[in-house]
């Protein structure tokens, strides 16, 4: 049931959207235009878990109570933290639930180490990295500008902020940074809001709950306790923090428009979404309420136009259970468009940007069957077989594990997913023999990108909900060239946040975005990737670095990544 003030706006909604959709039908030969078959005998994902010594477990609490906590799982971060040119992952464990005396497996959160060969060291006692808390979700960026990636812990208690001292340790500085928010914060990135040169954090709230104000929900009558619908909890507001250059943050939701007075927030997204001017915008998927979309005004100032723009509610004018957010260029018109993972029986949903506005159109891109019966959480569009247009990966995963009582054709341990583009953002899905490892039923959550060996083929790591996380590797024998950035900032902030890649070849042209942060409750790897094709050259390459300044690039050589300084000419890695 829609919320009251939203009955009209939401009426107009099913019109709009749905008319919008009918409208943009694909002809026949964008139909008939088959996604690239995976191109390895195997499945285009081998799981590699074992070889690369990664051994994370994670735990929940075991309760047996179903408290809704236990079952949102956690996320990772990809971060080079050594600055070795190689890309290393924090994992989050959760661990006993705050309020309670239940007995759990021993766990702590992870850092581990790429040692450049395929396998990763456990270096978190070294690193000084264990943290606190309930993990839920974690962003990696440099907030303080020395040129170290650091990070953020989301947890359901006190969040806490490790500063990355630059000589292989962390140091918990969440006290004096005034980051400590204690509410139930599940996904956040790091952005520069104004752009000043120093990273914000904007912080994703969902429920307000503790073990305290636990619901017993399920049948009860029968006996059967199952875990609640969010609608038993009120929200959890989300909160800005803005950066004020001396390694402190101070509130400023008010301040700055970021005011949240209903959204039970899970994803986010932060991109130049509106107006492409240059400002970064904040997309928040809510479960069961309206998603939002913060417009940056400028000046540190923000908006709230998520119903105006499209993109608030589906093409029913329904809201759904919004959990993951995936930003990217789908269609690659030079607009960032929109992806949210949301319940089973509620589809994901797909909204495309035209720089000023959104189209839902889900169903035009082929995503209403195959992500009808599944429940996403981790959502990450990248270039899987690097023919220059993104794919979509989703980590699948009830949040019920008696889910099948209740609707015989869901389940609670569900396969990923990978989606293949046309170039013309219609989408198919490849069957389990074609994506290899990841169709093993799993109660999947946060999922990151992470080139972990440098080879220029997208790689997936995927945590699961009470379960080992899994690293996934890339072997796709047919793939395309490619080329990738790390880009680092002068005048703008050092890890270049915000910065957009315009890359012109002979099929087109692609953009992407350095983004710290979203998805759901994880960071991706923070380098920009382009896949190419048969493209044997780059040509041309327009960097536009937070703050407005432009630099123009190329030609480059491909199948390689490069560093590029703010203002300077690039150095291959």
Known sequence: MLLPRYAT????????????????????????????????AGGLFADVTSASRIDFVHHAGGSGKKYIVETMGAGAAVL?????????LYVLESGRIPGTDTVVEPGTNKLYRNRGDGSFDDVT??????GSGYGQGVIAGDYDNDGDADLYLLNFGANVLLRNNGDGTFADVTAAAG??????????????????????????NYLDF??????????????????????????????FYRNRGDGTFEDASADSGLVDVDGKGLGLGIADFVGNDGLPDIYVANDSTPNQLYRNLGGGKFEEQG??????HNDDGKTEAGMGVATGDV???????????????????LYLGSGEEFTYATRIAGLHAPTLVNLGFGNNLTDFDNDGDLDIFTANGHVMDDTQDLNEITRYRQPHQVLFNNGKAVFTELSAAQKGDVAEPRVGRGSVVIDYDNDGRQDMFVM????????FKNQSAASGHWIGFSLKGIQCNRAAVGARITLQTTQGTQVREVMAGGSYASSNDPRLHFGLGSESSIQKLTIRWPGGSVQELGPLAIDRYWTVVEGSAPAAR
């Not at 503790?210 to 989300?238: F, M, Q």
């Not at 119903?307 to 608030?312: I, Q």
């Not at 030079?334 to 089973?344: A, C, F, R």
């Open 9 to 40: 706006l939401a009426a107009l909604l099913v019109i709009f959207c749905a008319c919008s959709d009918q409208s943009a039908t694909p002809n026949s030969s964008e139909l008939a235009k088959p996604a690239a078959a995976a191109p390895s």
């Open 80 to 88: 080079d933290f050594d600055s070795d040119g190689y890309m290393d």
């Open 125 to 130: 006692e070294k690193a000084h990295a264990v």
């Open 179 to 204: 980051v400590g928010d204690s509410s139930w914060s599940v996904s956040g990135a790091f952005f520069d809001a104004e752009p000043d040169g120093d990273l914000d954090i904007f912080v994703v």
């Open 210 to 239: 503790t073990v305290a104000k636990h619901r017993p929900c399920g049948k009860l009558t029968e006996g059967k306790v199952s875990t609640c619908h969010p609608d038993v909890y009120r929200h959890s507001a989300d909160r």
């Open 307 to 312: 119903v105006w723009l499209g993109c608030s």
């Open 331 to 349: 269609n690659n018109d030079g607009n960032i468009d929109v992806y949210v993972t949301n319940l089973s029986m509620e589809t994901n949903a």
């Open 464 to 471: 699961h909900n009470i379960d080992r996380a899994r690293l």
